[in-house]
């Protein structure tokens, strides 16, 4: 391991500044600025370093993104030969350029034989603002413009723009100036949380069949896709019931409805399949993917459309008028081949379908079974929550559980690891490549934290 960053500027310093010129994302800025920032100067794999230099085990991937982990060399000389050779070009004027091919060749050679063409975007908001318009714009062509009305679940994220947060189900975002007409949403399917004295499965299939009664409630003839995570992410980390997807699968198809998937965190092997929607055996019409794309390095996303869709834009759609300045750029493009090549020749997808992530899961049951704070594990691969539950025998919740949850996390940093909070439930996403000994720490940092915030709370 290398040695950490040595500092030219005291922290102070940057807390001040930052406090000075930023605005961060999703927190109290006043209460940040009295406390000061995180200032992270150095990545390597699962590792990150703060500017006091002190370690932290990233138990998140950034933000669900960095799956091939800190400090690839790979990616950052694809990187700069890209600069060298052609740092920009755009996608308009009738141009291309030979790495967006590439790009494309290689992500759809990794895709399910369903899928054929893309829109490329900077990130995953984008790629949910870019769905909207091209599901409307696909259902003009075939003359039923009426049908523009999206559905989405309550609790769902889809990023933070205007169009991504109404077709999200967070309700603090939409009070926020985030709602706009034409969007619609049905439950999450958080068993736990509201499947009272129903099986898990039978929970999976009412939550499903709330999307026949919210299409039959607004007239098939008027919607155009439900649009939802295979599993929820931002929303707490929440895996459907057996039986869930296929139902809403054919609902979708039943109605005329087209099925589309956030594959923004689920994609590029985060739960042992190349992609979210493979592991819950359903088929998309689009998926929407950025994060993993190019492990981070690089701001990159997309739109996927099925060939049914591209036929439609391509054959009888005339011009479509959309496309972003930075679409298919050629450095991002370079990354994301690197990325992609990465994954496949080294075999990490595999090696966490079959070995860490059931490593992963096994080392949490051992750990949190029996534990007084934990309800319930969820996961699969590389991605896990735990609940908590202030009575595990009824599934009764802390009345408090967001701050129990936001002190457990606090706490995380305190002992070097960093997991986040998400409602009454704790989530981690360690980086693709994590060995066993990282996930060892990633677990025994965690149960510190879970046991020290139990101690506070009198539960242990």
Excluded at 276 to 288: C, I, K, M, R, S
Aim: charged share 20%; aromatic share 10%.
């Amino acid at each position: 391991m290398t040695v950490p960053h040595n500092p030219t500027r005291s922290t102070r310093d940057y807390q001040a500044q930052d406090a000075a010129h930023h605005i961060h994302a999703f927190l109290d800025q006043k209460a940040l600025n009295e406390k000061g920032a995180l200032v992270i100067v150095k990545g390597e794999r699962l590792n990150l370093w703060d500017n006091d230099g002190k370690r932290y085990l990233d138990g998140m991937s950034g933000l669900w993104c960095t799956n091939l982990g800190y400090g690839r060399k790979d990616l950052a000389a694809a990187a700069s030969r890209q600069l060298e050779e052609l740092p920009y070009y755009n996608l308009f004027f009738h141009t291309t350029h030979p790495r967006v091919i590439e790009l494309s060749e290689l992500l759809f050679s990794l895709l399910p034989d369903h899928y054929s063409h893309a829109i490329y975007t900077n990130s995953g908001s984008e790629a949910n603002e870019a769905l909207i318009r091209t599901v409307r714009r696909y259902w003009q062509i075939l003359g039923k413009p009426q049908k523009k009305i999206m559905i989405g679940r309550w609790n769902g994220y889809h990023g933070s723009t205007l169009g991504s947060t109404a077709l999200g189900g967070m309700g603090f975002m939409h009070e926020m100036g985030g709602m706009l007409p034409d969007f619609a949403h049905i439950g999450e399917p958080y068993w736990y949380a509201q499947g009272g004295d129903l099986s898990p499965e039978e929970f999976g299939l009412k939550a499903a069949r709330e999307l026949e009664s919210k299409i039959l409630e607004l007239g098939a003839e008027n919607v155009a896709a439900f649009v939802a995570e295979p599993f929820q992410g931002a929303g707490g980390m929440i895996f459907p019931p057996a039986g869930y997807w296929a139902e809403i699968q054919r609902i979708c198809r039943q109605y005329d409805v087209l099925l589309c998937a956030d594959e923004v965190i689920g994609g590029f092997g985060r739960t042992g399949e190349w992609f979210a929607h493979q592991h819950f055996g359903f088929q998309p019409d689009t998926l929407t993917i950025a994060k993993g794309l190019t492990s981070g390095y690089i701001p990159m996303g997309g739109l996927v459309l099925s060939k049914r869709m591209a036929e439609v834009l391509v054959e009888q759609g005339g011009v479509f008028a959309h496309g972003l300045t930075y679409s298919g750029h050629p450095v991002a493009a370079a990354v994301a081949i690197a990325n992609l090549q990465a994954l496949r020749d080294e075999r990490i997808v595999e090696q966490v379908k079959q070995d860490t992530g059931p490593y992963l899961h096994k080392a949490l049951r051992e750990a949190f079974a029996d534990h007084p704070l934990i309800g319930e594990i969820q996961g699969t691969g590389l991605v896990a929550a735990l609940q908590f539950a202030e009575d595990k025998a009824s599934r009764k919740r802390f009345a408090n559980e967001s701050d129990i949850t936001w002190r457990c996390r606090t706490i995380g940093f305190e002992e070097g690891v960093i997991i986040r909070s998400t409602l009454g439930r704790m989530i981690m996403a360690p980086a693709l490549v994590a060995t066993h000994a990282e996930l060892d720490e990633l677990v025994e940092k965690t149960k510190r934290a879970v046991d020290r915030t139990a101690q506070e709370i009198g539960r242990l």
